[in-house]
C-alpha cells in the first residue's frame, strides 16, 4: 500500500519535539498530490496503524504530536495543536489557534476555531462550535 505522505525534510522543534512537514503522496479527498501540509512528529504516522489516516489532513502550520490521532475526513489547520492523547475525527476540524490536548476528543462535524482550548477528557461532537 502506498504511503499517503512523505516528508519534506523540513522540521522544527516545538516544546523540545521534532516535528516533520509532510507532503501528498497521492490525490485525496480535496488534496492534490503535491500538496504540502502541516507538521507532525515521526515516522509512525505512517505505519499501519496511522496516526493520521483516512481522507484527514493536517495544514498551514499546524502541528499533531504526541499520542494524537487525527482520522475519517478530520481537518486541522492554521496554527491549531492537537498533541497529547487527543483525538480529531469524523468531519470536525480544528483551525486557526486552537488547542486540543490531554484526552480530548473533537468529532461528527464539530468546529474548534479561534483561540479555543479543548483539554482534559472533553468531548466536542455533533454540529458543536467551540
Known sequence: ?????EFTGEVK??????????RATLSFGTIAKGDVGGWIEG???????A????????????????NAQVSGDAW???NAQVSGNAQ??????VSGNAQV????RV?????????????????VYGNARV
Not at 515516522?43 to 496503524?49: M, V, Y
Not at 490536548?101 to 480530548?104: K, L
Request: hydrophobic residues 35%.
Open 107 to 123: 468529532y461528527g462535524n464539530a468546529r474548534v476555531s479561534g483561540n479555543a482550548q479543548v483539554y482534559g477528557n472533553a468531548r
Open 51 to 66: 496516526r493520521v489516516s483516512g481522507d484527514a489532513w493536517v495544514y498551514g502550520n499546524a502541528q499533531v504530536y504526541g
Open 101 to 104: 490536548y490531554g484526552n480530548a
Open 76 to 78: 486541522v489547520s492554521g
Open 43 to 49: 515516522e509512525t504516522n505512517f505505519s499501519p496503524d
Open 13 to 22: 522543534v516545538v516544546f523540545g519535539i521534532t516535528l516533520k512537514q509532510i
Open 88 to 93: 480529531v475525527s469524523g468531519d470536525a476540524w
Open 1 to 5: 500500500m502506498q504511503r499517503k505522505y
